[in-house]
């Protein structure tokens, strides 16, 4: 599999860790209580198909991309950079 | 159809034409008193109990391809009792026992070997470590066997003891670990059930979880719409999927476990042999062939297939353990659909809908599970309360955070196992 990083361009997978679910751009408020808490950080659609993950381009610019990609087939769609004002790589 | 050495020999002088096939195909009908969804190793285990143990047999077993062609005919076969965890040791342990008794018990023949397996360990906090695990298998009533450097010798001479980066110190010593027949475990719970009335549906796929007012009345399938009182959902590498039928979200993430198989050897490996820290493990099968596996892909997949990069890593671990395999040739590799939760452990509880029951969340352990999980699973359902030995594996741990059992003790994250 190789991913396209929007800054280096098309890379290997080696060079790429993955985080999960694209879900965890959707940190919730503090104060949001424990299902909110519990859906963001345990339940998952998990879907067998079209999934937006979160990549972190470890050994290459170390910039955190959201990944749609097949979960069956591993073809990826698209790439874009994580939102900049999000706690992405917290 | 009872086999013996007997009944062996008999056929084996009469051309072999004496054997029936050891469970009946059926059709499903229109309505039971138990669906369970997964004609794998836990869902048939989970039917074989339910009618041995609590005398229901109105039972339809559901698989959408064909009996044991899900992850119970995809592993590395390893039978073991040997968590630290409170909830997962005395669960294994269970387990363990049921393995133990299984052949009899099933008439069948799953080669359950008890050869032994072997935790190694490099340095000294790994031994302490160990030591502590070994501490609480022997608690829980389970063997361990501290092994120093000159006694793992004697028993695995084979290894790279001097590597330089992982030199191995020793090792634990589970002697009533081993190896079983993957798919005999699930033919041989198939035909138990079989035998006492559950109806075993091939090629019957799940589409919809029938819902009215919070109790489950039923399932849609390929096969047409079939009404039951209870559901249990047993279908590990399909979790979701499936729980999305219902509405649910599950604390899963679906993952790729690679094994690999070299081609027939001589005798070489005699106990199951890992490497935690090469993220490796190997054993032999009665063919000859070495069966060795290694950690997950480490992106969600649903391709049963690996990646190069850890089949790379894999080879790499086992050539640094044991450089003796380097010359043996690869047949094959194949990958499993893992449910991976949070905290690594597994989910056997109510859903929250009445009447419909989750055993799921297996990791990368589920098939020395299958005995015991099939066994709480049928506790379960025909109780409503969960059996004692399962009774920690409960779905709302994760929002509670009380009990969890992270047993790698990386933290409470998907990403993190």
């Not at chain 2, 039978?79 to 069948?108: C, D, Q």
């Not at chain 2, 098939?367 to 066994?375: C, D, E, I």
């Amino acid at each position: 599999m190789r991913i396209t990083c929007p800054i280096c361009g098309a890379r290997d997978r080696r060079e790429f860790t993955v985080k999960g679910a694209a879900l965890a751009l959707e940190r919730p408020a503090r104060d949001a209580g424990d299902v909110a808490w519990d859906d963001y950080l345990h339940n998952r659609d998990n879907p067998a198909g079209r999934s937006a993950e979160l990549w972190y381009h470890e050994t290459g610019c170390a910039a955190w991309i959201v990944v749609v990609r097949d979960t069956v087939t591993h073809e990826v769609f698209e790439t874009r950079l994580a939102d900049g004002d999000t706690e992405a790589g917290s | 159809m009872r086999f013996s050495g007997l009944r062996v020999l008999k056929e084996g002088l009469t051309g072999n034409k004496g054997w029936s096939p050891h469970w009946r195909d059926a059709d499903p009908k229109p309505e039971y008193d138990v669906v369970v969804i997964g004609g794998g190793g836990h869902g048939l285990a989970t039917a074989y109990y339910l009618a041995r143990e609590h005398g229901i047999t109105d039972v339809a077993v559901l698989e959408k391809g064909y009996l044991g062609g899900g992850n119970i005919g995809r592993n590395t076969t390893i039978v073991r009792a040997n968590y630290f965890l409170p909830g997962n040791s005395e669960f294994y342990s269970h387990s363990l026992k049921l393995w133990e008794g299984l052949e009899e018990e099933l008439n069948y023949n799953v080669m359950h070997s008890q050869r032994g397996l072997i935790n190694l360990f490099h340095n000294d906090g790994q031994r302490d470590a160990i030591v502590r695990r070994g501490n609480a298998m022997v608690n829980q009533g389970d063997d361990a066997i501290l092994l120093d450097r000159a006694a793992l010798r004697r028993k695995v001479p084979y290894l790279d003891f001097d590597n330089a980066r992982f030199p191995v110190q020793g090792g634990l010593f589970h002697p009533r670990g081993g190896t079983a027949r993957h798919d005999a475990v699930a033919w041989g719970f198939a035909r138990g059930a079989s035998d006492r009335g559950v109806d075993l549906v091939q090629n019957c796929e799940v589409t919809g979880i029938d819902v009215d007012r919070g109790r489950v009345t039923g399932v849609q399938t390929t096969r047409g719409a079939i009404r039951a009182r209870k559901v249990a959902v047993v279908v590990a590498g399909r979790s979701s999927q499936v729980a999305t039928m219902a509405g649910m979200r599950l604390p899963i993430e679906s993952h790729v476990l690679q094994a690999f198989v070299t081609e027939g050897l001589k005798p070489c490996i005699d106990h199951v042999v890992t490497f935690g820290m090469g993220h490796f493990y190997i054993s032999q099968s009665d063919k000859g062939g070495l069966v060795f596996g290694g950690d997950l892909d480490f992106y969600p997949s649903y391709a049963s297939r690996g990646n190069l990069p850890t089949a790379e890593h894999v080879m790499e671990a086992g050539m640094t353990l044991m450089p003796m395999i380097g010359k043996a040739r690869l047949l094959r590799s194949w990958g499993g659909i893992m449910d991976m939760t949070p905290d690594g452990s597994p989910i056997i509880d109510r859903s929250g809908i009445e009447g419909l029951y989750l055993n799921c969340g297996w990791c990368y352990g589920g098939f020395k599970a299958v005995p015991g999980s099939g066994h709480c699973m049928a506790h379960l359902v025909a109780t409503d309360r969960p059996h004692d030995a399962a009774a920690r594996f409960r779905l709302d741990r994760f929002r509670t955070g009380r009990g969890l059992m992270d047993e790698e003790g990386t933290g409470s994250q998907h990403s993190l196992h």
